[in-house]
């Protein structure tokens, strides 16, 4: 298989992960009830995430091995337990873990690996390390209160919990998307 046909897979698989996780975002149960449709675009986010981080780390493995390696490494592991977790509700945890690495560690990482990657634009670079910024304080206000994103122990906190995670999210579509669109248009030069 040829690179601009791993690019452009990646860069397809990047267009489905957007769309799922929009259409996660909008039909997840607030309470956290998991439904089979939840586990079903759960799986398809994850299973498109994989071929993304391997192709985002493709395109920047020669001017960037460290970062991108690190990134796919951390990307691969963070989707495993992702995927993991979808499988009943004791493992639910393990999967909310492996979302947090994932969206937290690998995707600054490629923010790095894209700042030193050539042909990559530099704000493409910045919201993945914004990205992985959003993510660590939407955990750390979420630790502050001691409950979850879903059922915060103090009512009072939950505009800073929703403020923080939509921000995390949307840098986390504005990335995929715009890797996705890199993705694609590497395939066709």
Same mark, same amino acid.
């Given at each position: 298989m040829s690179t601009k046909s791993i690019y452009r897979l990646g860069g397809n698989c990047g267009i489905v992960v957007v769309v799922t996780t929009l259409a996660l975002f909008f039909t997840t149960d607030p309470s956290g009830n998991r439904s089979l449709l939840t586990h079903i675009l759960s799986w398809i986010i994850g299973a498109g995430s994989l071929v993304l981080f391997y192709t985002a780390y493709l395109r920047c493995r020669e001017s960037a091995p460290l970062?991108?390696?690190?990134?796919l490494i951390v990307g691969i592991g963070g989707n495993v337990l992702f995927l993991f977790g979808t499988f009943s509700p004791s493992f639910y945890r393990i999967g909310d873990f492996g979302e947090n690495i994932v969206l937290m560690l690998a995707v600054p990482l490629f923010g790095i690996a894209y700042f030193q990657t050539q042909g990559l634009s530099r704000i493409l670079a910045v919201i993945g390390i914004l990205t992985g910024a959003a993510g660590l304080a939407n955990s750390l206000v979420i630790k502050m209160d001691g409950g979850s994103w879903s059922a915060p122990n103090d009512p009072a906190n939950?505009?800073?919990?929703?403020?923080? !995670?939509?921000?995390?999210? #949307?840098? !986390?579509?504005?990335?995929?998307?715009?890797?996705?669109?890199? #993705?694609?248009?590497?395939?066709?030069?």
């Open positions: 970062f991108s390696l690190l990134g939950l505009p800073a919990i929703m403020a923080t !995670y939509l921000g995390f999210v #949307l840098f !986390y579509i504005v990335w995929i998307a715009w890797t996705s669109a890199h #993705l694609l248009k590497s395939s066709k030069q």
